[in-house]
């Protein structure tokens, strides 16, 4: 299906095949932000990208529950944002930066699904491929199967 531009969500490529997309919560359903709202707002895709990771940030502080499962850990805040703290550059500098010295590896199989590990740990890596594993196969909102690392404030693929 092709949308005229105006129509089309705005999506941000954010490198190594991730991509972000904006959601605005209506109640009982997400609704796509479109290009024709960045239009009628006067906003830009920075803007609209900034105000978007200060309110993911704003809802983690709230909501965020980090929960230690075997080598790994499992990041729980309410079913719908869980895969969008990889935006979120504090959570993993600051807050969470002690549980992984040697640096994050992340598993996010589904929007609802994120997990971490230490990337020297060979037993979390495991760990993180089993939650990618289990996910494919149970998820409404698929992402990726792939682990990332975070290097430098951004990610990039663990293999490859």
């Given amino acids: 299906m092709e949308l005229p531009d105006s129509e089309s969500p705005v999506i941000r490529a954010l490198g190594h095949r991730l991509l972000a997309a904006y959601l605005v919560d209506e109640g009982e359903s997400f609704a796509y932000v479109q290009y024709r709202h960045l239009t009628e707002a006067g906003m830009s895709m920075e803007e609209l990208?900034?105000?978007?990771?200060?309110?993911?940030a704003a809802l983690a502080e709230e909501r965020v529950e980090v929960r230690q499962y075997g080598n790994i850990y499992a990041v729980l805040m309410g079913g719908n944002f869980e895969a969008s703290l990889v935006l979120l550059e504090e959570f993993w500098s600051e807050w969470y930066s002690h549980l992984a010295p040697n640096g994050h590896v992340v598993?996010?199989?589904?929007?609802?699904?994120?997990?971490?590990?230490?990337?020297?740990?060979?037993?979390?890596?495991?760990?993180?491929?089993?939650?990618?594993?289990?996910?494919?196969?149970?998820?409404?909102?698929?992402?990726?199967?792939?682990?990332?690392?975070?290097e430098a404030s951004s990610w990039s693929p663990l293999y490859g």
């Fill in 49 to 56: 990208h900034a105000i978007a990771v200060q309110n993911l």
């Fill in 107 to 150: 598993a996010f199989p589904a929007r609802d699904v994120l997990a971490f590990g230490d990337s020297l740990t060979a037993e979390a890596i495991n760990e993180l491929n089993q939650v990618c594993q289990r996910g494919s196969n149970e998820v409404d909102h698929p992402l990726t199967n792939t682990l990332y690392r975070r």
